[in-house]
């Protein structure tokens, strides 16, 4: 019985290697699809911007947009970035497309800010290799140029972890970024590996509270502390501070009430074409709902 067991322990072994690796081999199979596909998506002209709202919930209009980015592949619908930035990143595409992605951007607000009396800024998403492979400081100063977007109007969302190594490099185009005049703000604040020493080191200007915390306002205790404890430190520091995934009236209402002004989150307003946003904003920023 020893041995019929053993034998078929192995059998079992080897068809759940097999399995395995026919896995491994389609999704290695899908990647290089949505690779390849994905160095023609700038060329196709896939590529396209969404928008959505910053709300500032004091004076109840909306003051800015955080871009995001979607790509509309073809015979595949709208993929998410999830599903193909990894890719972009590890291939190297992250810096052709992050530069579609600036310039889009300022286009963008140069075209909404046209003959506004109060400018709406607009936000960028910048992953850790666009520090790396490439002049980041050039190429914005370029992409301001070219587009004639005032950079008051520009702010760079990065992460924590960019700033976990303290590298000299990052810090020096971090504050090539500052004296340019555009602002620097911590996306996904509180899910990363740094210290928070780096809050006083760097120039930044904004903390966003990620979606994770705000999700468990106002009923989880746990994260609604750490949501007051993040308002606090902001107020401590003079930074800004802004609440992501905001998706219920309670949780706008205890936010606001402990400090915290500007939002963003489905509650305001979902990720839409440029079309859209400019309805939504309408003549003076002013939500119009
Ligand atoms: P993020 O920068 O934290 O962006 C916020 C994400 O939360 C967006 O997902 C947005 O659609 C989603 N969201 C907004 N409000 C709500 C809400 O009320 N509830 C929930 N559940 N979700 C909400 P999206 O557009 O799929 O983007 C995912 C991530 O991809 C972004 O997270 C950002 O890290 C990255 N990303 C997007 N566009 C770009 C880009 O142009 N460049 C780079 N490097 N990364 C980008
Ligand atoms: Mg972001
Ligand atoms: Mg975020
Ligand atoms: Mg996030």
Redesign the pocket.
């Known amino acids: 019985y020893a041995d019929a067991a053993m034998y078929h322990a192995k059998r079992q072994g080897r068809n759940n290697f097999q399995f395995y690796s026919a896995d491994l081999t389609a999704r290695a199979a899908e990647r290089m699809r949505i690779e390849s596909a994905l160095r023609h998506a700038l060329g196709r002209n896939e590529l396209e911007l969404h928008f959505?709202p910053q709300f500032d919930m004091v004076s109840k209009t909306i003051v800015g947009a955080?871009?995001?980015?979607r790509w509309n592949r073809q015979d595949h619908g709208i993929a998410?970035?999830?599903k193909f930035?990894p890719i972009a990143e590890e291939t190297g595409l992250?810096v052709g497309i992050?530069e579609w992605?600036l310039a889009a951007a300022c286009e963008a607000a140069v075209a909404w800010n046209d003959r506004r009396e109060r400018p709406l800024s607009v936000a960028?998403?910048?992953?850790p290799r666009q520090f790396i492979l490439n002049d980041l400081a050039g190429t914005v100063r370029r992409i301001l140029e070219e587009t004639g977007c005032r950079p008051e109007w520009l702010e760079l969302?990065i992460t924590e972890n960019l700033l976990f190594e303290d590298s000299s490099e990052v810090r020096t185009i971090l504050e090539d970024l500052d004296r340019m005049g555009l602002s620097i703000a911590i996306?996904?604040f509180g899910t990363g590996y740094s210290a928070l020493s780096y809050l006083h080191r760097f120039p930044v200007k904004r903390i966003k509270i990620d979606?994770s915390f705000v999700h468990g306002v106002p009923t989880d205790r746990r994260r609604l502390e750490l949501v007051k404890a993040m308002i606090s430190i902001a107020q401590a520091l003079r930074l800004e501070v802004l609440a992501?995934?905001?998706?219920t009236p309670q949780q706008a209402v205890y936010l606001q009430a402990h400090g915290c002004r500007l939002a963003?989150?489905?509650?305001f307003g979902v990720?839409q074409p440029l079309r859209g946003f400019e309805a939504l904003i309408g003549g003076d920023g002013r939500a119009v709902s």
């Open positions: 959505q955080e871009a995001l980015l998410l970035p999830c930035m992250i992050g992605v960028v998403n910048l992953s969302e996306d996904d979606r992501e995934g905001v998706e963003q989150g489905y509650l990720p």
